[in-house]
């Protein structure tokens, strides 16, 4: 099995900054990671995605993030990143990790436990 472990997350000011870690553990090695992402749950809503980055360097965003969150991947290492600049009130959620690959011909998808991010003053 693999597991997924984000940290990073805490309480911080509108305007501040974050940096949002995933490490990939586990069986790891038997997997071919090609993707990985980050979502996120605000209270009483649906999960959404954030940032999604293909091993090939595809980086996709939601608009409510473009120019503020960066997200990139360390795949020699399994790990990857979520830098969340200009932080706003409504960026407040519970943020997931999520890595989607193959293992013997089948598609695998891992999600971390969450990480809780919070916006106020």
């Known amino acids: 099995q693999v597991q997924l472990e984000e940290s990073g997350g805490g309480l911080v000011q509108p305007g501040g900054s974050l940096r949002l870690s995933c490490a990939a553990s586990?069986?790891?090695?038997?997997?071919?990671?090609?993707?990985m992402g980050w979502y996120r749950q605000a209270a009483g809503k649906q999960r959404e995605l954030v940032a999604d980055?293909?091993?090939?360097?595809?980086?996709h965003y939601v608009d409510s993030v473009k120019g503020r969150f960066t997200i990139s991947n360390d795949n020699d290492n399994k790990m990857g990143y979520l830098a969340m600049n200009s932080l706003k009130p409504e960026d407040t959620a519970v943020y997931y990790c999520?890595?989607?690959?193959?293992?013997?011909?089948?598609?695998?998808?891992?999600w971390g436990q969450g990480t809780q991010v919070t916006v106020s003053s």
């Open positions: 980055l293909t091993i090939g360097g595809s980086a």
């Open positions: 586990g069986m790891i090695s038997t997997i071919f990671i090609y993707a």
């Open positions: 999520r890595a989607r690959g193959m293992r013997s011909g089948q598609s695998v998808d891992y």
